[in-house]
């Protein structure tokens, strides 16, 4: 150590003052290349991810914000397809159905000849029950009981009316709408191939 020492006695003043900022800019260098630079890049790769975080956050915060109202359109259009699912009866409410149809008939004043349902067509999620309906009455009578049929709470449409001014008797095409059942859905696909 004495050595050392002795050594640096005979280096002149103004180097040995030079040396001491030279030692330290070594040691920062050394700081800077050794643990400042890897903690860095580490440093800003971790930056990046919470700035990606902090984005998905905000994304999924303002979807959070529309969730109730997206829930209320969700309850709003459930009521909605039940609603419509009671204008579509089953397949065991269709005899109530034609028994409407037939009182329907005689409180308008008409004499029904005929109510005969016809085969199924089946569709996508739901199968038409076409009726004919054959009456006889006045042509007022006959138009009170179209406009009963359109009151009814299920869905009924009227087609192919065709009327005998000498007879007085209408016939028509009465057709109602059925929900299909799950089940029935593939055979309504097989159906349509």
């Known amino acids: 150590m004495q050595a050392l020492l002795a050594r640096l006695e005979a280096i002149p003043s ?6 001491i900022p030279a030692l330290w800019l070594v040691v920062a260098a050394g700081y800077y290349y050794v643990v400042y630079l890897p903690n860095a890049e580490a440093i800003a790769r971790l930056r990046e991810q919470i700035a990606a975080k ?8 303002k979807i959070a914000a529309k969730y109730d109202a997206f829930k209320a359109k969700v309850a709003e259009l459930d009521a909605e397809l039940r609603r419509a699912l009671l204008q579509l009866p089953e397949s065991k409410e269709i005899p109530d159905l034609i028994r409407q149809i037939s009182d329907l008939g005689v409180q308008t004043g008409l004499e029904i000849s005929l109510l005969r349902p016809q085969a199924e067509q089946q569709k996508t999620f739901y199968a038409e029950v076409p009726i004919t309906v054959k009456v006889v009455g006045p042509y007022h009578a006959v138009g009170q009981f179209f406009d009963a049929l359109a ?8 087609s192919n009316v065709r009327m005998n001014a ?3 008797e209408t016939e ?3 057709v109602t709408y059925r929900f299909l059942e799950e089940e029935e859905k593939p055979n309504a696909a097989a159906a349509r191939r």
């Open 166 to 168: 000498q007879t007085r």
């Open 14 to 19: 103004l180097y040995r003052w030079l040396m």
């Open 54 to 61: 902090e984005q998905t956050l905000r994304k999924h915060q």
């Open 151 to 158: 009151r009814l709470p299920r869905i009924v449409s009227v």
């Open 172 to 174: 028509c095409l009465a």
